[in-house]
């Protein structure tokens, strides 16, 4: 397929973070205990013990990181709001320093002509909700909802979008069915339970912050990949519409067919109430994609591995860029879609600071053929209407700790210089040559 040179007027640029991984100032200003916190702390959970107390301490170097994202070139950044900064007990009362820092924040991005995309979930629920069942009760969805509303009224006037969940998949299976990340319960049943009750949450803060007249566009991003068959057998193609339908499908049915998928293997459904789907289908007006790499499926023992023909990250993915036409051109397929944003697409490299320059040429290259896929999908008449790398900043790479780097600018988490790579220049003159 031929790729357009360009990207259309008024298409979005922009740049990620989460506030966990990136914010520190943990106990300050009468920020509450998330589960990040509890996990973080728990020795084995995490590599070398590494907690987000710190991080990138964004928390005070805000305005610094603004001016960053500023010098990248782009229009528009995405951030997430931690929970328990704004509301320590996850119910009851708010907290006016975490409220206003996010106000000072949104009023900086606006300063410096940047578009501000915020996320209400990015997986740091309030500790004091997970010491009463968390997730898995139902009630934390309506808690998620009464937050949600509240922060649309607060910050709804001024953001570009605003968004319920990132990446429920993450919360309820990492967290919930393998133990990998908070609050690291593992229990199969108990994480499908708990992806229904992020959904539910989904379409109860929709109802909520449209009734309370958010301005704000309001969607969900949902991380996706296809997932390609490791050889023609029935076995292998079982597997691959299995892991299909319990990563891609088990999101988007709900929200767009008021159902949830059927697939060889798939036996575990979570009880739902009978009005349930109504209210998890409700209208979006955008969706967030994140897209890392593809799902390669092997019934063998041991696996047939991915021929990741393109390398693979420092994550150990496979660099695999026309999974993102693939995916993208297949839900286009499948469902009535409102307009899309790749809220997240990035890699991590083994970074290095040199004479005080950072060459990471395997981010560029994974950049550039990432965006020729996109163009491609966009071409094939996908309506994407933005694209956001992930990330920022390196950062607090969950059950990483600091060991993984996925940023456009380095950070020396000793001394918190920030240093733009190579990638970062790349990006700048990328975006500058398709405006």
Known sequence: MTVSKKFPTGFSWGVATAAYQIEGAAREDGRGPSIWDTFSHTPGNVHKGHTGD????????????????????????????????????????????????????????????????????HWDLPQALQDVG??????????????????GRRLGDRLATLCTHNEPWCTAMLGHAIGQFAPGARDRQLAVQVAHHL??????????????????????????????????????????????????????????????PTAPGVSLYPVADENDFDTIAQPLDFLGINYYTRIWASAAQP???????????????????????????????????????????????????????????????????????????????????????????DNYEWNSGYDKRFGLIHVDYETQKRTPKDSAHWYRDFIAQNR
């Not at 005070?60 to 500023?70: G, K, N, S």
């Not at 023909?309 to 051109?329: F, I």
Request: charged residues 25%; negative net charge; proline residues 6%.
């Open 54 to 121: 710190v991080a990138c301490d964004h928390y005070h170097r805000y305005r610094e990181d603004v001016d960053l994202i500023a010098s990248l070139g782009v229009d528009a950044y995405r951030f997430s709001i931690a929970w328990p900064r704004v509301q320590p007990q996850g119910r009851g009362a708010w907290n006016d320093k975490g409220l206003d820092f996010y106000d000072r924040l949104v009023d900086r991005l606006l300063e410096k002509g940047l578009k501000p995309h915020a996320t209400l979930y």
């Open 134 to 151: 968390g997730w898995a009760t139902r009630e934390t969805a309506q808690r998620f909802a009464d937050y949600a509303e509240h922060m």
């Open 199 to 260: 959904l539910l949450s989904h379409g109860l803060a929709l109802q909520a912050m449209r009734a309370a007249g958010v301005k704000a566009p309001l969607g969900i991003v949902l991380n996706q990949s296809p997932a390609t068959p490791a050889t023609d057998s029935q076995a292998d193609r079982d597997a691959a519409e299995r892991e299909y339908a319990t990563f891609v499908r088990w999101f988007m049915d709900p929200i767009f067919l008021k159902r949830y």
């Open 303 to 393: 696996p047939v591995p991915a021929p990741k023909l393109a390398g693979e990250s420092d994550m150990g993915w496979e660099n695999y860029p026309q999974g993102l036409t693939e995916l993208l051109v297949k839900i286009n397929a499948d469902y009535s879609l409102p307009p899309l944003f790749i809220t997240e697409n990035g890699t991590a490299v083994a970074d290095v600071v040199v004479n005080g320059r950072v060459s990471d040429q395997p981010r560029i290259d994974y950049l550039r053929t990432h965006l020729d896929a996109l163009r491609a999908a966009m071409d094939a008449g996908v309506d994407v209407r933005g694209y956001f790398y992930w990330s920022l900043l």
